[in-house]
């Protein structure tokens, strides 16, 4: 009866301030037939059902509304990529406190909190044998590297406006450096408006009162940083809050570089920031030579909140797209399965108009056009050992030098794709940027790199831009670590002792002037049968006059067909088995196990872009005459400049 009275307490003075079916969530606090884990069940399963009946809508969210707007202890959904994983963090479960003016003891919950709540009249009992630890699991994310501006548009449509916060306003005052003189209060103080105490959950219980000699060494030993916190975004020039997610269940089913949906209680506490100086401090003054790696790795652990909220998780969703225009699982539910049969009605249809398209974006080459769809929509469905199978990356060679050609394709597939991103190959850039994450062992952090992408993220690489210079022994890692994406859709994380396997599922499309140096699996040049004066104007000119529905139809189909399944029936394998047979027979040289394999390849994509689940021996032909057509115009272009392409 005791943990269920600390429950509804917990629940009507925690849940009632998320603004979010608070009066269910209070029925259920009051039913009286449940212990702690299961009002923990109770509570999960009420926002599950909440978005299973799509009200998630009316959840603000944090890649949509500023932090300023939301009220803290809020419920707030997050789209995001878990970017590095904390150490695991334990925290006070339960906790009892003291009521110093009369000695009354209250038991109290710490899930959900940073930081225990107490009156001015209250303080934590540390040494309770009441008291209860437990684990959470931190992750580090930001918002999905390279995600299309019309992905948030259709994301946040529906969403309810929010108005800015003005039931938080913490009594922070400033003063200026004239004023050290001045007796002014502490930050804590300053905070809560009086000295009770505020500890932190998940650590160190600081002293009431210090000292002003204490606080005089304190501020001449602690180092202050005034290097700006790096939010460590994959991509330069991204925007968005990154956050610190703290899971309470089945957090090993995570991992780096997944995308999540969390739904949880926004914490934005400036106490933390005090009781983190006061740490600090303290350390430095034990121990001085000893406290700098550990204050640095506090300051990336416990940064600011106004900058890096935390997000107490109560349900987090593994994404397996971002696309908002086609559900998560689009097989689970009946209406899902109902909308998947119409769309797959009209494929036929819409696959013809992407194919027009993709030609007039490839400047009339049909060719082009469709080896453009079929990499669009392939990715890696399973892996064999070491070798990543269903990745179709593509070299576009014969493009026009300067990269105004690449740059307005670029445009033409952010309009298509969820996540992208434009790299210039160029000297200063394989040189300068960091492709690789690299463990940072000091902060005890990971260092984000171009490289760590979301599954599916598309990456445009323009070689037109490379020029005569010299590689230096960064822009050769990074070479090699685009190659590798490119071969064995893996990244190779740099923990400075050792390196560490990455798996990825990034698709490579590479524009070059004539073979990429990348070795790409595909290579299709580009037979332009027009030439526009400005490719600028007559790319914006195409994208103008695709209304929004046929632009929203083309991005369902690529992102449809990637989810769909796939096979190959006995009599096919045959008849693929007898023309390898022939093919060999006639000219060996004209068929080897790489050809047949990218062969099989471009039969699973054509039937998939048709909208089958199998091949036909129809497509099967379809698909070699689309190679030879290939395979053709390379030999055409070969003799006619009379270089290896």
Known sequence: ??????????????????D??????????VRGEWGSSRLEQKVTNYFQEKIQEKQSCWVPSLNDVPLHYLKPNSLVRFRCMVQDMFDPEYYMGVYETVNHSNNARA?????????????PQQEVDINSSRTVAAERQTFYCVPVPGESSWVKEISFASASPVSPSTSYVPNRHKRSYDDDDEHTATPREQHTGNASPNLDVSGLNIPKRQEMESQKKLQEIAPVSSSPLNLNFPLPDEKGPACLVKVYENWDSFKVNDVLEVYGVLLVEPTLSTINEDRDSLSACL???????????QR???PPTSLVPRIHAIIVQKMHH?????????????????????FMAELSSVRSELLGFLTHAMLGDSLAAEYLIFHLISTVYARRDVLPLGKFSLNLSGCPRNGIFTQQLYRVVQQLVPASYYLPMTIENMN?????????????????????????????VDETLLEQGQLDTTGVRNVTALGNVITWQKVDYDFSYHQMEFPCNINVLVTSEGRSLLSPDCQVHLKPQLMPPNIEQYMGALLSTVQPSLLNKFRIYLSLLRLMDYSISEDVTKSVEDDFVDMRKDDPQSMSADDLHRLLLVARLLSLSSGHRSLSRERWHKAKQLESQRRSRLQEQKHFSGNEL
Request: glycine fraction near 2%; include cysteine.
């Open 300 to 302: 990336v652990h416990s």
């Open 1 to 18: 009866e005791e943990d269920a009275a600390v429950w509804r307490s917990h629940v009507s003075a925690r849940y009632r301030r998320l």
């Open 107 to 119: 038991l109290h919950l710490g899930k959900y909190r940073d930081v225990a709540d107490c009156t």
């Open 287 to 297: 121990d001085p030579a000893d406290s700098m790696d550990t204050l640095e790795e």
């Open 20 to 29: 979010y079916g608070a009066a269910s969530l209070c029925a259920v606090a």
């Open 432 to 460: 300068s940027l960091r492709f690789i994450p690299q463990k940072d062992y000091t902060a005890n952090r990971l260092l984000s790199g171009i490289l760590q992408l979301s599954s599916n993220t598309s990456l445009l």
């Open 322 to 342: 971002i696309n908002p225009l086609i559900p998560n699982s689009v097989c689970e539910s009946d209406e899902s399965k109902q909308c998947l049969a119409s």
